[in-house]
């Protein structure tokens, strides 16, 4: 596990449930659906340079790299055990994606580096301090004019999915979640200085209510830390 200053929640909260990651979730979130949507969302083009915060396995990153074989693709997580699992996996498609270690509320990359910045059910790993540091170091290494698009737990939109939701809080934690199954991440993205904030899917699961959103780093703005 990567060494930072707070705990960090590997991606099924226990190290030893790790082997597991891509089963469970491609059996119980509709992982290829709400993936793809995510990468249509985010309208990326060859010549784009693009993060994967939180990129677990690399699922994500490595299906974008096969899609856009020209763009070059940075996945950053805190496990390191988990990255090893996305490295075999590119090497196993024969892709180029450098996988980092590392926190997303620490990025290891320079002010203005990202045209696009990813991440997918990841968010409601972070506690609300933490989702407002990494936010704020998303907005510092995006472009002028560059994008954030998420795919993570949002508010249940019905009693049944409330229910369903349950299950991931009492794994992952009531704290970490507590954001995402109040609705409040898109007024804590646009608070950290984003614009054009705005839901644009939701997709039902059997573990609750995936929200996809979208946001821009406005022109003009500099460095925020």
Known sequence: MFKGTESYIPALKYHWLTSLYDPVI???TRERTFKNQLITQADLADDHTILDVGCGTG???CRIKQRYPSSRIYGLD???????IAKRKAEKANINIQFD?????????PDNTFDRVVTSLFFHHLTLSQKERTLMEILRVLKTGGELHIADWGRPDNVLMRILFYQVQLLDGFTTT???VKGLLPG???NSGFDAVRINTVIQTIFGT???ISAK??????AII
């Open 101 to 109: 270690p590392g926190l997303s509320y620490e990025l290891p990359y």
């Open 188 to 190: 804590i993205i646009r």
């Open 210 to 212: 995936l929200s996809l």
């Open 78 to 84: 805190g496990d390191k055990n988990i990255l090893e």
């Open 26 to 28: 491609a059996l119980t």
């Open 59 to 61: 699922t994500l990153a």
């Open 217 to 222: 780093k406005p022109d003009g703005s500099g």
């Open 178 to 180: 507590h954001e995402n």
